[in-house]
Structure formats: structure tokens, C-alpha cells
């Protein structure tokens, strides 16, 4: 089984940046979509951003522009640049990873999930 750890959330102002980490424990097909999803406290879980490991991308509306998933596919880690943080984004983001997915951001479509790590951004 692949374990996910998530790391770099933080408290921030709004307007400013912060990089989440999300280290795999292995490589395997497993993990050929790696995507980031945040949750605010009393709010359904959301799709951040997807990333195939041949590098393809999907984002949502609300973090076009403003954030970057990327992945590192030799060190099997998967990364989320923030910038322009407002406090809507504060919330827990989770990595999760699928073989099969597709660039899609729907939560049921990952069996692999982090533990979370916290975000939280103050206006």
C-alpha cells in the first residue's frame, strides 16, 4: 500500500504563498495521478489540481492563476506552489493518488489519500 504524507501548510496572510509537499512511499501505477483537495471546516471536500505523471494538468476555476501543481517523478513527490492566498482557501489539503482517474477532480476517483495538512489564511 502507498502512504502519502503531506507537508508546508502553515498561516499566512492573504496575498501571500506557501508550498505544500506530498511525498509518496513508493512509485507505482498507483500513484499516475497525484491531485491536492481542500476542505473547509463544514464544507464538502473540493479538487484543487491533478497531475499525471507525464505531466498533464487540470485545475479548478477558483486557483487558476493563482496556484502550480507540479510533480517530481524520480523523487515520487507532488507539489502545490500557492500564491495570492485568500482566506477562502484556507482549509486541510489532501494528496491523493489514483491509477485511473483521469485528469479529473472528482473525490471518489482516488482510493489513496494523506493525512491533510493545514492552511489557513487571514485577511
Known amino acids: 500500500q502507498v502512504r502519502l504524507v503531506e507537508s508546508g501548510g502553515g498561516s499566512v496572510q492573504a496575498g501571500g504563498s506557501l508550498r505544500l509537499s506530498c511525498v509518496a512511499s513508493?512509485?507505482?501505477?498507483?500513484?499516475?495521478?497525484m491531485a491536492w483537495f481542500r476542505q473547509a471546516p463544514g464544507k464538502e471536500r473540493e479538487g484543487v489540481a491533478v497531475v499525471a505523471k507525464a505531466g498533464a494538468t487540470t485545475y479548478a476555476n477558483s486557483v487558476v492563476n493563482r496556484f502550480i501543481a507540479s510533480r517530481d517523478n524520480a523523487k515520487n513527490v507532488l507539489y502545490l506552489q500557492m500564491a495570492i492566498l485568500k482566506s477562502d482557501d484556507t482549509g486541510t489539503y489532501y494528496c491523493?493518488?489514483?491509477?485511473?482517474?483521469?485528469?479529473?477532480?472528482?473525490?471518489?476517483?482516488?482510493?489513496?489519500w494523506g493525512q491533510g495538512t493545514q492552511v489557513t489564511v487571514s485577511s
Open positions: 513508493k512509485d507505482t501505477d498507483d500513484t499516475y495521478y
Open positions: 491523493a493518488a489514483a491509477s485511473r482517474s483521469g485528469l479529473n477532480l472528482r473525490s471518489e476517483m482516488y482510493p489513496l
